[in-house]
């Protein structure tokens, strides 16, 4: 895969992710595999806290902004930009 369809995969969904990762073009899709990463650990970790009872309310709020982040993130890759997504861009999980 090249660079551009490696980032739009990896925003897809966890196991696009991997995908993208190990039969991707990783050393130049290494900043859309990052931001992908962080987009779906912060769905993860949501996931988790949505099961407490009353904070569940809240994190359904939290999951749709969450959502809208990810689209941006797939627009990016798209158009082959190197732009931060809104809000988690800063966090680096991957060196």
Same mark, same amino acid.
């Given at each position: 895969? =090249?660079? %551009?369809?490696?980032g739009?995969?990896?925003y897809?969904?966890?196991v !696009?992710w @991997? #995908?993208?990762?190990?039969? !991707? =073009?990783?050393e =130049?899709? %290494? @900043?859309?595999l990052? &931001?992908?990463? *962080? #987009?779906h650990?912060?769905f +993860?970790?949501?996931s +988790?806290?949505?099961?407490?009872?009353?904070? !569940?309310? @809240?994190v359904w +709020?939290l999951?749709? *902004?969450v @959502? #809208? +982040? !990810? #689209?941006?993130g797939?627009?990016?890759?798209? &158009?082959d930009q =190197? %732009?931060? *997504?809104p809000?988690?861009?800063?966090?680096?999980?991957? %060196?």
């Amino acid at each position: 895969m =090249d660079r %551009k369809t490696t980032g739009i995969v990896a925003y897809l969904t966890i196991v !696009g992710w @991997f #995908v993208a990762y190990f039969v !991707g =073009d990783r050393e =130049d899709a %290494k @900043f859309h595999l990052n &931001q992908a990463l *962080v #987009v779906h650990m912060t769905f +993860i970790v949501l996931s +988790i806290l949505a099961r407490i009872p009353i904070v !569940g309310w @809240f994190v359904w +709020i939290l999951n749709a *902004v969450v @959502f #809208v +982040i !990810g #689209v941006l993130g797939i627009i990016y890759a798209i &158009q082959d930009q =190197d %732009k931060e *997504v809104p809000l988690l861009g800063i966090i680096k999980l991957l %060196k």
